[in-house]
């Protein structure tokens, strides 16, 4: 049982050396005023006004702007609901609510589920200092990658 113990600190220990090693680097969305970080080996597949995409196989990224419409915190709930479904996610879990502390400056709200069975976070984000620009965020990712995902989550930042 001593055994088993000691391997599983290990173990526990080199995930999270790994999880914290990735390398990540800093993407400037000026026309949007944000900036957030991807992994460094994320290559971008569709980077124009309409949407931003980068990935690789066990996670993909896509940003979409909601430009033009106000929102205020207590819509988002709703809009990103709407949008899940919209969207066809399935097996959706409960929406959680984030404030500006721990989103950098964003009013936010983000939702679990799956799509095509694999796990999906869907996340509304709005600038209270320009509440008429928002970002609707979609991360598949294959299991064993949450950690990273969190990571560019929390990473999105308003910029002037």
């Known amino acids: 049982m001593k055994k088993f113990t000691v391997l599983s600190v290990m173990l526990v220990c080199l995930l999270a050396t790994s999880v914290s090693a990735q390398e990540m680097k800093l993407f400037n969305w000026t026309t949007y005023k944000t900036q ?39 819509n988002m709930p709703a809009a990103l609901a709407d949008w899940a479904t919209e969207n066809k996610l399935e097996n959706l879990g409960e929406i959680t609510e984030l404030d500006g502390e721990q989103l950098k400056g964003y009013w936010g709200v983000f939702q679990e589920g799956t799509y095509n069975g694999l796990p999906v976070i869907v996340m509304l984000i709005v600038d209270p200092d320009y509440s008429d620009i928002g970002f609707y965020i979609w991360l598949n990712y294959t299991e064993g990658n949450e950690d990273v995902c969190v990571k560019i989550l929390k990473s999105f930042t308003p910029i002037e």
Do not use: H
């Open 36 to 74: 957030f970080e991807i992994p460094s080996n994320f290559v971008v597949q569709k980077n124009d006004i309409t949407e931003f995409t980068a990935g690789t196989e066990e996670i993909v990224l896509t940003v979409y702007p909601r430009k033009g419409e106000e929102v205020d915190f207590e």
